[in-house]
C-alpha cells in the first residue's frame, strides 16, 4: 500500500464527522490537489472516549462510500505501540510506531558495533546536496546517535515485524513517530534515524520528528518561525537523500503531528515541500472536536446549552483535564471567562471566542486549548452529546468542513 505525495489525517473523537471531513479533502481534489484522506485515532484517545478502532474503521468506509470517493485512504493505528498494537490489528492499515519512550535507552554493545560497522560505507564526510554544512562522522558522533535513538528503532523494528506478520508485508502503510518528546530531533539525528530505519527494513513511508518550538493543542505554533523553516526544510534534504543512499521507500514523507492548526507554519512548509517537490502528511484530531461544539452553539438551543456546559465542567475540571495534556497546552487562567459571563453568551458570542481565526476580536486561545481538553466531558455526556450531534448534523458538518477546507487544506496546500 502505497500513501500518496499529500496526505491529511483528521482525527474525529466521536465518529460522526468522517463524511464532512471527507467532503473538504473532495473540495481540495477537484481544486486539482489530491490529498488522500487518513483517518487517524490514537490508543490514548479510544481509551479517553472508550471507542474501539472498528469505530474509525466503520466511519472511513461510511463516509468513502456515501459521498462516492474512489481514491485511497487509510485508518491510523496513531501512536502505538507493542503493549496496544493487537486491538487495531484488523482494523488498520497504517500504523504510526511511538517509539518516543525508547529515546535514549542502552543498546547492547553488539547492537551499537554493528550500527557503526553499517555507517563505514558512509565514509568520514556526509555531503547532503542544499544542506552547507557536511556532516562529520566519526565515533563519537556515531556512539552519540547510537545512545539516543538505536534502542528506539530497535523497538519500532520490533513493532513493526509483528503487525507483519499478522497482516503482511506490503498491506499497510508504516510512520514511525518521535515527536511527543521535549527536545527535537536535528536533521543529523534524523539522518541517523533514516539509517538504523534502513537497517531494520522497516519500510517507513512517513516520518514524525520533534520539530523545534511549541505545538499547543488546538492553537497556532509558538516558537522560531525562521529556524523551524530551516530544519523542516533541511529534514526534507536529509529525507530525499537517505531514500537514495539507504534503500527506503521512495515516497518516504515528513509527517507533521500539528495538535491542529500550525497556521503560521502552514504556508512556510507548503512552500518547502513545493520548492523542492516532494510529499507531506499532516495530521490534526482535536480541531474537528472544536468545530461540534462550535457548530453546537451556533445551532442554539439545546446545542448552546450543552456547549455552555461543556465549558463550564472544563473549567471545574481543569486540573484533572489537563494533566495529561501538561506538555502541549498552556492556558493563561486570567485569561479564561467565568461561568456566569458564558451563561449570557449568545451562540455567535460562543463560537466566535471558541473559533480559531488569528486576529478576531473575540479569539480566546485559552478558552479554545481549555475546550480542546474537555472532550472528556463530552464522552462522558455519552448519547445526550451524540444525539446533539446527529440533531445539528448539518450546521455542526458545516464547521467541520469549513475548518478542514478553508482554514486547513487552503494553507497547507496552497489552495
Ligand atoms: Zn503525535
Not at 23 to 40: C, D, M, Q
Not at 198 to 220: H, L, M, S, W, Y
Not at 269 to 285: C, F
Not at 321 to 335: F, G
Request: glycine content about 8%; aromatic content about 10%.
Amino acid at each position: 500500500m502505497i500513501l500518496g505525495k499529500y496526505s491529511f489525517g483528521v482525527g474525529d473523537r466521536f465518529n460522526h464527522q468522517g463524511e464532512a471531513q471527507l467532503s473538504a479533502l473532495i473540495t481540495a481534489t477537484s481544486e486539482g490537489v489530491e490529498v488522500t484522506p487518513v483517518w487517524n485515532k490514537s490508543n490514548r484517545e479510544h481509551n479517553i472516549v472508550h471507542s474501539e478502532p472498528v469505530g474509525t474503521r466503520m466511519e472511513a468506509d461510511a463516509a468513502v462510500k456515501n459521498l462516492g470517493w474512489e481514491g485511497p485512504y487509510f485508518v491510523d493505528a496513531d501512536h502505538i505501540n507493542l503493549s496496544n498494537v493487537d486491538r487495531f490489528i484488523d482494523h488498520a492499515d497504517f500504523f504510526t510506531l511511538d517509539v518516543a519512550m525508547y529515546i535514549g535507552n542502552e543498546s547492547s554493545q553488539e547492537d551499537v558495533a554493528a550500527f557503526k560497522k553499517s555507517c563505514a560505507t558512509l565514509g568520514s564526510e556526509v555531503t547532503i546536496p542544499g544542506i552547507p554544512e557536511p556532516i562529520q562522522i566519526s565515533d563519537e558522533l556515531l556512539q552519540q546517535v547510537a545512545g539516543k535513538y538505536l534502542a528506539a528503532i530497535k523497538e519500532a523494528g520490533k513493532i513493526y515485524r509483528h503487525i507483519e506478520e499478522k497482516k503482511g508485508a506490503g498491506n499497510f502503510v508504516t510512520e514511525v513517530s518521535m515527536d511527543e518528546v521535549e527536545t527535537p530531533q536535528t536533521p543529523v539525528d534524523m539522518f541517523f534515524i533514516l539509517k538504523m530505519i534502513a537497517n531494520e527494513k522497516i519500510p517507513a513511508q512517513t516520518i514524525a520528528p520533534k520539530f523545534t518550538g511549541r505545538f499547543n493543542k488546538g492553537v497556532d505554533y509558538v516558537g522560531d518561525v525562521e529556524q523551524f523553516a530551516k530544519e523542516f526544510e533541511q529534514d526534507v534534504l536529509v529525507i530525499d537523500y537517505a531514500v537514495k543512499a539507504f534503500g527506503l521507500p521512495e515516497n518516504l514523507k515528513l509527517s507533521v503531528h500539528s495538535g491542529s492548526d500550525k497556521f503560521t507554519i502552514y504556508p512556510v512548509m507548503a512552500k518547502i515541500i513545493k520548492k523542492h517537490n516532494k510529499g507531506l502528511h499532516v495530521k490534526t484530531a482535536g480541531t474537528t472536536w472544536l468545530e461540534e461544539v462550535i457548530g453546537l452553539a451556533i445551532a442554539g438551543d439545546e446545542g448552546l446549552i450543552v456547549a455552555k456546559e461543556i465549558y463550564i465542567k472544563a473549567l471545574e475540571r481543569k486540573v484533572e483535564l489537563c494533566a495529561p495534556y501538561a506538555d502541549v497546552i498552556d492556558i493563561d487562567d486570567s485569561q479564561l471567562p467565568s461561568p456566569d459571563e458564558v451563561a449570557g453568551w449568545t451562540g455567535e458570542k460562543f463560537a466566535n471566542t471558541l473559533r480559531h481565526i488569528p486576529g478576531y476580536p473575540d479569539y480566546n486561545p485559552n478558552f479554545r486549548q481549555l475546550i480542546h481538553v474537555g472532550y472528556k466531558v463530552a464522552a462522558e455526556m455519552g448519547e445526550e452529546y451524540t444525539n446533539l450531534l446527529k440533531k445539528y448534523a448539518d450546521v455542526v458538518g458545516s464547521c467541520v468542513e469549513e475548518n478542514i477546507y478553508d482554514r486547513h487544506l487552503k494553507r497547507l496546500f496552497d489552495l
